[in-house]
């Protein structure tokens, strides 16, 4: 399957949520679905050094880097070693409202700079022989997205950028937080839809708002090339992920049973608690796995209060899943 069929259902890059730790949680419940990393910042790699920031295991492929950066040097520098690391897909950040991103001129400060998009976009996907792609949003501040979004795809596109992921909102860069600017600009999800039937070659994916496969499948059936999921998928893997591969991609689901995922990621546990690490850097992950479900609270609880206690292993995780099913007595 060729990375823009995976790129039907994705999972946002979540900064300290998607981490190589979640990506593996999320690779056992689909095997087809797009996973993307946290975003990691050009210069990081580049003149920091961080190389240690790519490293994912080979289970999670299909898996994208994202990229933040302004630099077409630099990122060129960065996608180079993303691709060296194993990576499918170098995705650029120009969505992330963040003070911190915007004061290194990273994310969706870059809206109001097609040209340099486009210019680093061009050096990026020079250096790679794999897809360079670009999540955006619709705009910022009191630009017009109708008139802004469509200028933004044609000057990018043009530099050899084909796939877009657009997050329907506005962001605005002074007065919201990254939390707010999630939450309060509006959804246009309409736009969207006017972009694709504006550029039909080009590959669209839609983000933002979006909580069940339901809607993700009515997207893909009105014309959208592809849907990413980002907080649902992470609060409720099991309910957006277990079903991906059988109702997005027409495939088989790789387990039945958020249980059967818990078990699966005890060897992971173990090879990670052998080379120094910690259970709650994996477990706060699979916190999600049973929302909804008899037992949810006393699993997140066993959870939450043991894993970060030292010696904490993979018998606290098979004791909280004790907690799964039993209904709490009433008061």
């Known amino acids: 399957m060729k990375i823009n069929q995976h790129a039907k259902l994705s999972v946002a890059p979540m900064m300290d949520w998607t981490d190589r730790h979640c990506r593996y949680l ?16 050009a210069p990081a790699l580049v003149r920091g050094g961080a190389v240690h920031l790519l490293e994912f ?4 492929h299909p898996v994208a880097l994202q990229l933040g950066g302004s630099d ?16 499918d897909e170098i995705n650029l950040n120009v969505g992330c409202p963040s ?29 790679v022989p794999i897809e360079v792609t670009v999540k955006c949003r619709i705009g910022v501040d009191d630009q017009t997205p109708e008139e802004v979004l469509p200028e933004f795809l044609a000057k990018v596109s043009a530099a050899g950028i084909d796939r877009f992921i657009i997050h329907a909102r506005k962001a605005w860069l002074q007065g919201l937080s990254p939390k707010e600017n999630r ?5 246009d999800y309409a736009l969207v839809h006017q972009m694709k039937a504006l550029f039909p070659g080009l ?24 849907v990413m999921i980002g907080r649902a998928a992470y609060h409720q893997p099991a309910d957006l992920l277990l079903e991906a591969d059988a109702r997005i991609f027409g495939g088989t689901s790789p387990l039945t049973a958020p249980e059967e995922a818990v078990h699966a990621m005890l060897p992971y546990i173990e090879a990670h608690l052998a080379s120094g690490g910690r259970l709650h850097q994996i477990s706060r992950h699979m916190l999600g796995l049973f929302a909804g479900r008899p037992g949810a609270r006393g699993w997140r609880r066993v959870l939450s209060e043991g894993a970060t206690k030292p010696g904490a292993g993979p018998e606290l995780v098979l004791s909280a899943l ?10």
């Open 183 to 187: 939450e309060i600009p509006p959804l």
């Open 57 to 60: 295991s080979e289970a999670e």
């Open 203 to 226: 590959h669209l994916s839609v983000n933002g708002g979006i909580d069940s496969l339901e809607q993700a499948a009515d997207f893909l059936d009105r014309g959208l090339d592809g």
């Open 72 to 87: 077409p040097e630099e990122l060129a520098q960065a996608a180079r070693l993303g691709f060296e690391a194993g990576y």
């Open 26 to 41: 999320h690779r056992l419940l689909t095997r087809q679905t797009l996973l993307y990393t946290e975003m990691v910042t």
């Open 322 to 331: 004790d907690q799964v099913g039993q209904v709490p007595a009433s008061a």
């Open 99 to 127: 003070d911190r991103v915007q004061s290194g001129t990273f994310g969706a400060v870059l809206m109001k700079e097609p040209g340099l998009v486009a210019d680093c976009c061009a050096a990026m996907a020079e250096a």
